[in-house]
Structures are given as structure tokens and as C-alpha cells.
């Protein structure tokens, strides 16, 4: 799926898919890297978004927004980003996903 440039507005069409596999992947293919040249509160604002899931792809996307937030800032993000969402749960994903940063960045499956 080609989506827009914005990564927040593809988080959005990502959300709207029913089966939640797929939604999973949609989020994998988010363009993280657009935001490369961004503070770390718009980093926080995208990975806030992962609120508007449910279920497993919720947890799926603080997890894969936590890992890729801390590869594109050399993992400064799981230090000065993660501690910044508002739920326990959405801190501890975000951490467990930065935790991964140095996996292999396997985006659909």
C-alpha cells in the first residue's frame, strides 16, 4: 500500500483496516524515517497515536514504533521518548520495542 508522507495520517488509515494482521503490517510500513530531522515530542505525538488501536495491534504498534523511534535517534529515544507516553502499559511496549532496535527490521510477515 503507498500511503501519505505524514506517518501520523498513515497510522490513521492503518487503524481503519478490520482484520488486525494486517493492521499490524500497515503500522510495520509506517515512514518513521520522515520524521528523522523532528524533535523527540513530535516522536512522542506519532507513538501517542498507537492509542487509536485495539487489541493485539495496539501493543503491536508501541512496540514496532518504540524500536524504530530508537533506531532513528541511535536509541535516544528509548531514554527521552518512551518515559514520556501517558500509560504504564504504553511505556513498558515502547521500552520492550527499543529494547529490539538492534534486531533485523522485518516489516511485513
Not at 20 to 41: F, H, I, M, W
Not at 86 to 96: K, W
Given at each position: ?5 505524514d ?73 527521552t ?5 501517558a ?23
Amino acid at each position: 500500500m503507498i500511503g501519505p508522507p505524514d506517518p501520523a495520517a498513515q497510522l490513521l488509515i492503518c487503524a481503519g483496516m478490520s482484520k488486525p494482521s494486517d493492521a499490524e503490517s500497515c503500522v510495520r510500513g509506517t515512514k518513521v524515517q520522515n520524521l528523522l530531522e523532528y524533535p523527540t515530542s513530535a516522536h512522542v505525538d506519532l507513538i501517542s497515536r498507537c492509542a487509536v488501536f485495539t487489541g493485539a495491534p495496539r501493543a503491536a504498534c508501541f512496540r514496532w514504533l518504540g524500536k524504530t523511534l530508537a533506531v532513528l535517534t541511535d536509541g535516544k529515544f528509548a531514554r527521552t521518548g518512551c518515559p514520556r507516553l501517558a500509560s504504564a502499559r504504553a511505556r513498558e511496549l515502547c521500552r520492550a520495542g527499543a529494547r529490539r532496535m538492534n534486531d533485523a527490521l522485518v516489516t511485513f510477515s
